[in-house]
């Protein structure tokens, strides 16, 4: 069983337009809802894939019951802290417009006659993010209670998505101490260096992530300098992680270890959808690959697949375990040091 454990999930709401227009009126073309945040995307990701899944997140109000159906249907095994307040609302906004060329994508408020949109290689996609709202000390006691005892019976753990205001610094570090289960990590900052001396599998920050962990120019600059990211990935190792996974969007994933630095690169994505859970998905993919017994390489090439596969989903982490193993072999990767 993979248990995914996060602090928070979120109600997603998701609009297409043809175009926005800031400061006038505009019409969805499509609007539907799901469950969403990183926990739950990643338990929803696995169980695409053909995994046993338990997730354990806090959640509460009216979205409580209407995640509880929607994860069962998916088949997902929810474990839920109920809260005293309401899980969060968050909207993702998928900007499009059609010409007799087939549909094209352009930037906010952009000029659908500009040339500049023709090739564009993704649609404009625009984050409306409510941040998780508090959780009580003693909510946060019982959640990790119910954590000892579900990490008991997994066989790896990913603990995924930032904290909400008011959590300690070391909660997930405290969470981490009450297993021996291997342990894929997706969050930053402060939370992610107090965990690094539980030696966890596998650290999976984003780019701009990975930035935001270390000290302004500690490295250099991170989002831009090949060798700053580099140089930023080693520490990680060096503190603990036995693998770092970097990814960076639709560019190079790099990962590295205690002996070798390894660049992945996805296949060029032909129709592109909605990018958002396409991290939580290739940490549900690695997972995949972890429990079946594959090597590490070949478990990291089989999440990389199932973030390709996602893109293409209008809805995030509702990935398909035959069209991710399509991907697979497309998915090149070679050692760089």
């Known amino acids: 069983m993979i248990l995914s454990a996060g602090l928070s999930p979120a109600w997603q709401q998701t609009m297409t337009f043809s175009r926005l227009e800031r400061g006038e009126v505009n019409r969805a073309r499509k609007v539907g809802w799901c469950t969403a945040g990183k926990v739950l995307n990643v338990g929803i990701a696995a169980s695409g894939l053909g995994n046993r899944v338990r997730t354990l997140a806090p959640a509460g109000g009216e979205p409580l019951a209407k995640m509880d159906a929607e994860l069962k249907d998916l088949g997902v095994e929810p474990a839920w802290i109920e809260t005293a307040a309401a899980t969060r609302i968050c909207t993702t906004l998928i900007e499009t417009f059609r010409d007799n060329n087939g549909e094209k994508h352009v930037a906010l408020g952009g000029d659908e006659n500009d040339s500049s949109h023709d090739d564009a290689p993704m649609p404009v996609i625009t984050e409306l993010v409510e941040e998780a709202r508090p959780i009580s000390a003693g909510e946060l006691e019982r959640y990790a209670e119910r954590f000892k005892s579900l990490a008991t019976d997994a066989s790896i753990v990913v603990l995924s998505g930032s904290t909400p205001k008011g959590v300690p610094t ?168």
């Open 170 to 337: 070391d909660y997930y570090a405290r969470l981490l101490a009450q297993t021996d289960r291997p342990s894929i990590l997706d969050f930053r900052g402060a939370q992610l260096l107090k965990c690094l001396e539980f030696k966890p599998l596998i650290v999976k920050p984003n780019r701009h992530e990975l930035a935001a962990t270390f000290a302004p120019n500690e490295f250099g600059n991170i989002e831009k300098d090949d060798d700053a990211m580099l140089a930023a990935m080693r520490k990680l190792v060096e503190l603990g992680a036995q693998w770092v996974i970097i990814t960076e969007g639709a560019g190079p994933v790099h990962i590295a270890t205690s002996n070798a630095i390894y660049r992945a690169q996805p296949p060029q994505i032909e129709t592109i959808v909605n990018p958002i859970g396409s991290g939580d998905s290739m940490s549900a993919g690695i997972a995949r690959g972890i429990r079946c017994g594959l090597s590490m390489t070949e478990s990291i090439r089989l999440g990389i697949a199932a973030g390709v596969d996602n893109v293409s989903r209008r809805l995030p982490a509702r990935i398909k375990k035959d069209a991710v193993e399509r991907v697979i072999q497309s998915v090149l990767m070679r050692e760089i040091e």
